[in-house]
């Protein structure tokens, strides 16, 4: 009996790394029970290509120390769309019946099975939050970008707390809704002597904050080139290689730190979930405190 899974990266670096734990939930059982297990990691989506590079291997994101369920590891540029793959048959994707190629990842069997005896469960800030989803294996990413993380945290010893503010995704001109939340997250933070790392996917906020003495951001490398706003994927095909893969890293890394920290005050403005981008924080640092800013910035000097 064979099973194979196809893991598209063709959505944000938190849902990745997400769907990862849920492929590694999966996969796990059916390993158990006599399955023989392969992943193709598809870098582009059917319908969306990913954001940051075109085309990168899993070996070069993930650690694979976690990953001898699978007999084997392929890296295809773009996903598979048939029903019907080498001896493999589709059955669903990780939310149901549809169409490979379109969802974050699919399921294939070389034998007739109708329904699953283990349930494919979803890894969300949500779900992890009330308790609903644990996973037991917590993957880990590429050594690269550990070393950017400590280096980061070794220079700056003094900041425990993070602010994290993620803005509507495909869009770079802020609304003067966000201006006007940029200004008064400014005069908060000015009346205070804590120093914090801020991060977010929009220029305009990071630019405003940053001008405080007791705001650290991470500094990213050719912004001259690619700008770090969530869009900037429109403008990677003009982009050498090199330089996406040390964006895409960087990226990464940000996540990462975020982990080092005692405390993370974020506001998401995508809609009312919790960004995935803080899942491996919370995941791997069960202690730190998350606090949901969206509606009063006031708590960050309470």
């Known amino acids: ?28 059982y059916y390993n158990n029970i006599g399955y023989k297990c392969e992943l193709i990691f598809s870098s582009n989506g059917h319908l969306r290509k990913n954001k940051y590079i075109n085309f990168i291997k899993f070996e070069d994101i993930f650690d694979l120390s976690l990953f001898d369920v699978f007999d084997t590891i392929r890296n295809f540029e773009d996903s598979i769309t048939n029903t019907e793959f080498e001896s493999f048959t589709y059955h669903s994707t990780q939310y149901g019946a549809e169409h490979p190629g379109i969802h974050s990842w699919d399921v294939y069997f070389n034998n007739s099975i109708n329904f699953l005896p283990y349930p494919k469960r ?44 993620r803005y509507c995704d495909y869009s770079i001109s802020p609304n003067d809704y966000f201006k006007k939340m940029s200004r008064n997250l400014f005069t908060i933070l000015k009346s205070t002597k804590t120093n914090f790392h801020f991060m977010s996917n ?14 650290k951001k991470y500094d ?21 290689y090199d330089i996406l893969l040390d964006r895409f890293y960087d990226n990464l890394t940000e996540m990462v730190i975020l982990s080092y920290y005692d405390t993370i005050y974020y506001s998401t403005l995508v809609g009312p979930w919790t960004s995935t981008f803080l899942y491996y924080s919370t995941i791997n640092n069960p202690n730190q405190n998350l606090i949901n800013i969206s509606n009063n910035f006031e708590l960050i000097t309470q």
């Open 122 to 165: 979803i890894a969300t800030m949500e779900s992890l939050l009330h308790n609903q989803f644990n996973p037991k294996l917590i993957p880990k990413l590429n050594k690269k970008i550990y070393k950017k993380a400590i280096d980061f945290i070794n220079q700056n010893k003094n900041i425990t707390k993070s602010i994290h503010i």
């Open 220 to 240: 990213f490398k050719n912004l001259e080139i690619l700008s770090n706003d969530h869009p900037y994927f429109h403008h990677i095909g003009n982009v050498d």
């Open 202 to 215: 929009n220029q305009y906020i990071i630019d405003e904050i940053t001008k405080l003495p007791n705001i």
């Open 1 to 28: 009996m064979k099973l194979l899974i196809q893991l598209t990266f063709n959505k944000g670096l938190g849902n990745l790394y997400c769907n990862v734990i849920e492929i590694l939930d999966f996969v796990t």
